[in-house]
T-cell receptor, first 114, second 108 residues
């Protein structure tokens, strides 16, 4: 069974540009989460999809971030326009169900904004 | 979210058992205790979770104190591949909240 995959593995963009990160969850997992770790900080939750609906987006830092999950399969996280403080590693995770179920993480996308 | 307290770092010799402690004195009755680990350059990886009783799986064991205010993750035989940051997380029906975790070094 394939795990959670993320693309690209690394992205370097200039301040003001747009970047789109993609996450493919484990097949059959309705729950999809985005997290990120910015330099020197802990991993922080961004948002949670159940199928195509946003269940919780309380962690989204501002309106420059837009997450979508059309059709309830893969998800994209767009940053527009990117700022220097957006640099970090963005992780996607999926789980079979909500609540106490374990989450399976992808390898992350390292975003560098220069 | 309730807080957990873990040592910043621990060291173990290869093939010896490792006991990683976690204090969570403000745990609520519905909080599960989850452990994840993050190996270098990888995403976090689920290790184990429990509510009240001790739990075992192929990766580790979780020992939970009777009052649930602390727990211990036990790696029975540490290998070099176990070198990682280990996170103890209390979880209700909420997303994962990561702290700083414990950085485990394994010495050959």
């Amino acid at each position: 069974e394939a795990g959670v995959t993320q693309f690209p593995s690394h992205s370097v963009i200039e301040k003001g540009q747009t970047v789109t990160l993609r996450c493919d969850p484990i097949s059959g997992h309705d729950n999809l989460y985005w997290y990120r770790r910015v330099m020197g900080k802990e991993i922080k939750f961004l948002l949670h999809f159940v199928k195509e609906s946003k269940q919780d987006e309380s962690g989204m830092p501002n309106n420059r971030f837009l997450a979508e999950r059309t059709g309830g399969t893969y998800s994209t996280l767009k940053v527009q326009p990117a700022e220097l403080e957006d640099s970090g590693v963005y992780f996607c995770a999926s789980s079979q169900d909500q609540g106490y179920y374990e989450q399976y993480f992808g390898p992350g996308t390292r975003l560098t904004v220069t | 979210d309730a807080k957990t307290t873990q040592p910043n770092s621990m060291e173990s010799n290869e093939e010896e058992p490792v006991h990683l402690p976690c204090n969570h004195s403000t745990i609520s009755g519905t909080d599960y205790i989850h452990w994840y680990r993050q190996l270098p350059s990888q995403g976090p990886e689920y290790v184990i979770h429990g509510l009240t009783s001790n739990v075992n799986n192929r990766m580790a064991s979780l020992a939970i104190a009777e009052d649930r205010k602390s727990s211990t993750l036990i790696l029975h035989r540490a290998t070099l591949r176990d070198a990682a940051v280990y996170y103890c997380i209390l979880r209700g029906n909420t997303p994962l909240v990561f702290g700083k975790g414990t950085r485990l070094s394994v010495i050959a």
